[in-house]
């Protein structure tokens, strides 16, 4: 079966840090761009980040540049989203993705990983 697969998320005290995994099963995630959206209590699903396949080119949201980074482990077909100096703003539900490529429409996008709760409070 081809998916990605989240562990679920967590409670993390503001300034804390968080890493998010996403392991894909049943395709090789190295071919593939990999993405991370969030979608916050009555807003839309964001695009926050995406690397590249090809040349592991990374694009950052202004509002997780410099704190968050995005990464992926080829050998254990993983990715992985490293958060850290959290804010309460950052309270979303967190989604991995995977696509041919960076910058796809999000009803385009061949996989999603189910969701993992990120809840930023004290």
């Known amino acids: 079966q081809l998916q990605l697969v989240e562990p679920g998320g967590a409670v993390v005290q503001p300034g804390g840090s968080l890493r ?5 099963s049943g395709f090789t995630l190295d071919y593939y761009a ?3 959206f969030r979608q916050a209590p009555g807003k839309k699903r964001e695009g ?3 690397a590249r396949a090809n040349d592991g080119e990374k694009f950052y949201a202004d509002s997780v540049k410099g704190r968050f980074t995005i990464s992926r482990n080829n050998a254990n077909n993983t ?3 490293q958060m850290n100096s959290l804010k309460p703003e950052d309270t979303a ?3 991995c993705a995977a ?9 385009e996008i061949d ?3 189910q969701g993992a709760q990120v809840t930023v409070s004290s």
């Open 20 to 24: 998010l995994s996403c392991a894909a």
């Open 34 to 36: 990999i993405y991370w």
């Open 79 to 81: 990715m992985y989203l």
């Open 48 to 50: 926050i980040s995406c």
């Open 93 to 95: 539900v967190y989604y």
């Open 111 to 113: 996989f999603w990983g």
């Open 99 to 107: 696509d041919p490529f960076c910058g796809s429409y999000e009803n």
